[in-house]
């Protein structure tokens, strides 16, 4: 059974909108979450973290939100450009365990 | 070169081959992974080795034979493979011992693209 779990597939956004990607977790000794973008034909790529002691962390235009009660964490975007048009993934693991377990990814694109 | 790389980026083999994925990091790091991903499923962890010991192996058939020789390569060897065995395989590497709490970030290769005949 999936632990993480991105439900949309896919997102479409108007340029300089603002992008919200979701993502909710089952396991709730889960106590650290990371967002991964993911161009085509390239790896994942590290885009921010935010530990469970946060219930938000910012970089830029970025902003990862973490809902513990709910067990859901969004990433938005604002504003969105159209370079962000991507797959992103979310990723969640626990201290007392060994591994980073995945959503499915949600596709993003950023309409001009 | 700098971050992780992967070779070779795409590869079909049939059934009965023998193949070998190369995966290097110009990071630094002691941790190395081996990642699945098939459509529309999330990343599957496949082996991990920390400081050239393997110290995770996530239930995979026996076809999949990983080595990792130092910190900096780790190997896929690939044999008699069936169709379903394919996928993007991911090489990622980290800082330190996952153990220590699995939380290090982990930095991904691009991915070898394979395909089973």
């Known amino acids: 059974d999936q632990q993480v779990k991105q439900n949309s597939p896919s997102l479409s956004v108007q340029e300089g909108r603002i992008s919200i990607l979701n993502c909710d977790y089952t396991?709730?000794?889960?106590?650290?979450f990371l967002w991964y973008k993911k161009y085509p034909a390239e790896g994942p790529t590290f885009l921010i973290s935010?530990?469970?002691?946060?219930d938000k962390n910012e970089d830029g235009r970025f902003t990862v939100f973490l809902n513990k009660s709910a067990k859901h964490l969004s990433l938005h975007i604002v504003p969105s450009q159209p370079g962000d048009s991507a797959v992103y993934f979310c990723?969640?693991?626990?201290?007392?365990?060994?591994?980073?377990?995945f959503g499915t990814g949600t596709s993003l694109t950023v309409i001009p | 070169e700098t971050g992780v790389t992967q070779t070779p980026r795409h590869l079909v083999m049939g059934m009965t081959n023998k193949k070998s994925l190369k995966c290097e990091q110009h990071?630094?790091?002691?941790?190395m992974y081996w990642y699945k991903q098939s459509a529309k499923k999330p990343l599957e962890l496949m082996f991990v080795?920390?400081?050239?010991?393997?110290?995770e192996n996530n239930s995979v058939p026996s076809r999949f034979s990983p080595e990792c020789p130092n910190s900096s390569h780790l190997f896929l060897h690939l044999h008699t493979l069936q169709p379903e065995d394919s996928a993007l395989y991911l090489c990622?590497?980290?800082?330190?011992?996952?153990?220590?709490?699995?939380?290090?970030?982990?930095?991904f290769g691009p991915g070898t693209r394979l395909l089973v005949l």
């Open positions: 990622a590497s980290s800082q330190d011992n996952p153990l220590a709490g699995g939380q290090e970030t982990q930095y």
């Open positions: 396991n709730s000794m889960f106590d650290y």
């Open positions: 990723a969640a693991s626990a201290h007392t365990g060994n591994q980073f377990y």
């Open positions: 990071l630094g790091h002691n941790a």
């Open positions: 080795y920390n400081f050239k010991e393997q110290t």
């Open positions: 935010i530990s469970s002691i946060k």
